[in-house]
């Protein structure tokens, strides 16, 4: 998902190449197409994918899967030319699934876009332990789940949730004037964090986390956890 302010080319641009591999059981275009897709979640200045190498996987005499080899590069500097200016940029991770649009985020967010140019990229982790109540588990031992709480009755209707939750941020965040990218992650939030700044580099991490009774992530120290892994400073934004 993105949703971006284009500025105009800066020629004195910094780029990184990435390289990845893509796999698409339809042809070696979707493969290339997927690649392209999955790279675009996070990288807000994606210039140019080259395909390097095409190989099939073969099962029973026919091609089970398409695998192509990608080289993209994107912009890593945090110079901006826009109307005739440049500029420099901030970039921020919000790490946030129930408590997108919750108003102590949406200040936080605020509060930066007024301090200056930014790029947001809003990160929805949905581990499979969220499937049966997303970010709002309550007590594991009780049993008891907080009012209010979104409890959903499969993955679809969790993953259908978190991305409507991503869209309506990033539209928030075009009003404001900030460009944004955004995606959900299905994996446990600390490992999507380290996939994305793998992906990426960002100038700060926001955590927003539900109120007490209701975070789970508060329950896991999520925030403690990320600043003992990442070098990225870690702020912990709390929705109480």
Same mark, same amino acid.
């Given at each position: 998902m993105a949703e971006r302010n284009e500025p105009r080319r800066d020629p004195d641009a910094v780029y990184r190449v990435v390289r990845i591999v893509a796999t698409h059981p339809g042809s070696w275009e979707e493969a290339a197409a997927a690649g392209i897709a999955e790279l675009a979640k996070t990288i807000v200045d994606l210039r140019v994918a080259r395909v390097t190498e095409l190989d099939a996987v073969v099962r029973d005499g026919a091609p089970a899967a398409f695998r192509v080899k990608l080289e993209a590069s994107y912009r890593i500097d945090r110079r901006r030319v826009e109307d005739g200016a440049v500029i420099t940029v901030r970039r921020v991770l919000v790490v946030a699934n129930e408590s997108l649009g919750k108003s102590g985020l949406v200040a936080a967010i605020a509060q930066r876009i007024a301090a200056g140019p930014i790029e947001v990229h809003v990160l929805a982790p949905l581990g499979t332990a969220g499937w049966g109540a997303v970010a709002a588990l309550g007590d594991p031992g009780s049993g008891y789940v907080p009012a209010g709480a979104s409890v959903f009755d499969n993955h679809e209707e969790a993953v259908a949730a978190a991305e409507a939750r991503v869209r309506a941020e990033l539209t928030? +965040?075009?009003?404001?004037? *900030?460009?944004? /990218?955004?995606? #959900? *992650?299905? !994996? &446990?939030? +600390? !490992? *999507? #964090?380290?996939?994305?700044? !793998?992906?990426?580099?960002? &100038?700060?991490? +926001? #955590? =927003? /986390?539900?109120? =007490? *009774?209701?975070?789970?992530?508060?329950?896991? !120290?999520? /925030?403690? %956890?990320?600043? %003992?892994?990442?070098?990225?400073? #870690?702020?912990?934004? @709390? @929705? &109480?």
């Open positions: 928030r +965040l075009r009003q404001l004037g *900030a460009s944004g /990218t955004g995606e #959900v *992650a299905f !994996d &446990d939030p +600390l !490992d *999507a #964090v380290s996939r994305v700044l !793998d992906r990426s580099s960002f &100038d700060e991490i +926001l #955590v =927003s /986390t539900l109120p =007490s *009774a209701m975070s789970r992530w508060l329950r896991l !120290d999520l /925030t403690r %956890r990320l600043q %003992r892994r990442v070098t990225v400073p #870690v702020t912990e934004i @709390n @929705n &109480d």
